[in-house]
């Protein structure tokens, strides 16, 4: 307990010194990032015996451009574009029309979703440390529909220069996805139908992208 008491004396001694040696940043931040995606998502849908539908998405990576703008050094907005690799497709089974053993008779697919996101930014300076949360709207482009999703989370930057520091973000996605089935690749030789099918799915993307991030404003 004594040991405790002392570590936090410690603390709230160096807080007020890292708060005053704080930079004061305003002004244009430009960010270059990567990392790993992760989602959730996809279905199964019986329509009837000869019917059914699913969905499935996997892992991927993103990447992705910000362009920040900072009121002062606590608060700001940004704007972030960006792709995931996360494969994501739908398919759509039908016994009569299906191979032996049955194979999908529609499907679609994509590995290219993209994003643009508005976010606010609140942050704290501590010296060259400076943590933040971030949070807004934007969409989420899939193969051929492109709905509205929020997004929240945070991170932490790290200045190595003066204009120069480096940026760990976590940030989830949450994505509901109306479409339809009708115009996806069908097995070659076999004649099909013209087949219109509405769908809906709940995604969620989990994402960590790590980069570097420019400061070409006010630093003082």
């Not at 270059?32 to 998502?41: C, I, M």
């Not at 940030?171 to 013209?194: A, F, H, R």
Request: glycine share 10%; aromatic share 18%; charged share 15%.
């Amino acid at each position: 307990m004594k040991s405790f008491n002392i570590f936090s004396i410690i603390i709230l001694m160096t807080l007020p010194v890292l708060v005053h040696s704080a930079q004061n940043y305003r002004g244009f931040e430009f960010g270059l990032n990567s990392g790993p995606a992760k989602a959730a998502g996809g279905f199964f849908n019986y329509i009837d015996e000869d019917n059914t539908m699913s969905a499935e998405i996997g892992d991927g990576d993103g990447y992705g451009l910000t362009l920040s703008y900072l009121f002062s050094s606590y608060h700001g907005f940004e704007l972030y574009t960006g792709m995931v690799t996360n494969d994501y497709f739908v398919e759509f089974c039908h016994s009569f029309y299906s191979y032996d053993p049955p194979s999908p008779l529609v499907t679609e697919h994509t590995t290219e979703i993209f994003f643009l996101n508005f976010n606010g930014i609140i942050q704290v300076p501590l010296g060259p440390f400076i943590p933040y949360i971030t949070g807004g709207y934007g969409w989420v482009a899939f193969i051929d529909e492109a709905p509205f999703a929020p997004n929240f989370g945070g991170g932490l930057k790290i200045y190595v220069s003066k204009h120069i520091a480096l940026r760990a973000h976590y940030c989830e996605y949450s994505v509901n996805l109306k479409d339809q089935l009708g115009e996806g690749e069908t097995p070659p030789n076999i004649q099909v139908p013209e087949i219109v099918i509405p769908y809906s799915d709940k995604i969620h993307f989990y994402t960590w992208i790590f980069g570097l991030l420019f400061n070409l404003g006010k630093v003082y």
